[in-house]
Each structure stands twice: as C-alpha cells, then as structure tokens.
C-alpha cells in the first residue's frame, strides 16, 4: 500500500471515530432544492428556508406553479432569495416536465439543470441517492488542501484529484466527514490545531500558516 493510501485510510477511520454519521438519504429533489437554497447562506437559514418551503410545496410540479412571490417570501431566510426563487421555479418545471416529475440521478443529467454545479450535482447523487461521488464545498477543499491530500486552487479541482486519490470505498462519507470536522475543528480562520487529532497529517499545523 502507498504511503498516500496509508494516509487517507488514517484520516478516514480517525474522523469515522471521531463523528457521528448520519448517514441519512433523502428525498432526491429536497436534497437538490435545498442545496440550491444553501448557496452563500448559513445552514441555519437553509434549514429555515426549506421547512417553509417543502411545507407548502412539495412536488416539483407543485413548486412548478407555485406564485413566484410566494416562493420568495418562502425563501427568504436563506438570502438572494429573488435569484433562488427563480432559479427553484425553473429547475422544477423541468423536472416535471422534462423528468416526469423524478430528479435524474446522473451527473451528465444532472448538471444540465441550470444553476447546478458540481457541488450541488454530487450533493444529490450522495444524500439523495445514495451514490458514490464526493460534494467538494469550501470546507471540503480547505481540509484535503490543510491535509496535504491535493494541492490545489479550487473546489472543482480539488474534486477531480480527490477523485484519483481516494478510493471509491470512501466517497460516500467524505463529504459529510469533511464538513463536520471543518465546521467544528478545522475552521476556516482560527481553528482548533490544539484539539484536532489530524495533527500527523497536516502540513500547515508545523508552519502554523494556514491557507
Ligand atoms: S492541525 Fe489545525 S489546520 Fe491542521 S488539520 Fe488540524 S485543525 Fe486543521
């Protein structure tokens, strides 16, 4: 086994041990609705947005016509709700639409929705299907670039190198793995190098210099 291999088998099990997984699957289209309405807002005010949402409409033909200000006010915790709200309006129509009223759970599909990156795409393949594939959002990309996983400048590029990297065994729990370690050790600024258990495996604990 590589050296490298050694590595992310390490840091799987030690966060495995460390986190409470949920594990869940959902409901293909909340999973890609509410990921939508993640975008550039807390998870507080997602989780907000989409109870008041799926409360009122819960199909994407029922969204699909659903009066647009209604969605805004709906919406509007989770912030750039005009934008959401309009893109939510046409990602549903095309659902029912085009879809016969069921998410694709093809990437190539997937990504044809508008508004919908690769972080969204593999959101719904993982937490709304239960299929391989590995969500890189910022804490994602921060941590595999922190653990000297990928050396890389953006999200999208970290994704294809984590994709080379790391077994296909492990990508289903990478992403929530990641998120929840970034979220409560590993923090954008100031994190938490005294309580973290990574310490072997990071390259900036030493320089205390973190990107
Ligand atoms: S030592 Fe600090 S920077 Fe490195 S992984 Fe742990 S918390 Fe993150």
Redesign the pocket.
Known sequence: MTEKMQKIKRIVSVLKGKTALARYKSNPFVVLISTILSQRTKDENTIRAANQLFAEYKTPSELAGAPLKKVQRLIKPSGFYITKARRIKEVSKIIAEKYSGRVPSEIDELLKLPGVGRKTANCVLVYGFGKDAIPVDVHVHR?SN??GLVATKTPEQTEEALRKTIPQKFWLDINELFVK?GRN???PVK???E?????E?????SAQK?P
């Open positions: 941590i922190r653990l370690f050790v590993c923090k994190p938490k190098c309580e973290c258990f990574l310490t495996d990071c390259k900036f604990k973190f």
